[in-house]
């Protein structure tokens, strides 16, 4: 069983930026695609980021490219949002999940095994 803590969220204006972290507290990350999503009030969860433990590869959806920067650190067990230039619609809770073996599409949210709590990220205009 891994568990999933988020950290990092908070308040920042309009072109700052934050790091998110999630470290799992329990098991190890050695084989696990982990991805970031967010939702916003009264929208769905969207994909935002992937990435593959082992190799690097990683993934983003459009909104967010060269702007946010997925990573990870084995040796602390832990994987990275760089969020920079953030913008009003970033506002949301950011959820970091991890998908174990055999891997599905990294951006479908129901293909994920296990789930942080989420943490806030509030950008303001």
């Known amino acids: 069983q891994v568990q999933l803590v988020e950290s990092g969220g908070g308040l920042v204006q309009a072109g700052g930026s934050l790091r998110l972290s999630c470290v799992a507290s329990?098991?190890?990350?050695?084989?696990?695609?982990m991805g970031w999503f967010r939702q916003a009030p009264g929208k769905e969860r969207e994909f935002v980021a992937a990435?593959?433990?082992?190799?690097?590869?990683?993934y983003y959806t459009d909104s967010v490219k060269g702007r946010f920067t997925i990573s990870r650190d084995n040796a602390k067990n832990t994987v990275y949002l760089q969020m920079n230039s953030l913008k009003p619609e970033d506002t949301a809770v950011y959820y970091c999940a991890a998908m174990a073996p055999p891997y599905k599409f990294y951006g479908a949210a129901e293909k994920y095994d296990y789930w942080g709590q989420g943490t806030q990220v509030t950008v303001s205009s």
């Open positions: 329990r098991g190890t990350l050695s084989t696990y695609y």
């Open positions: 990435i593959r433990w082992s190799g690097g590869i990683t």
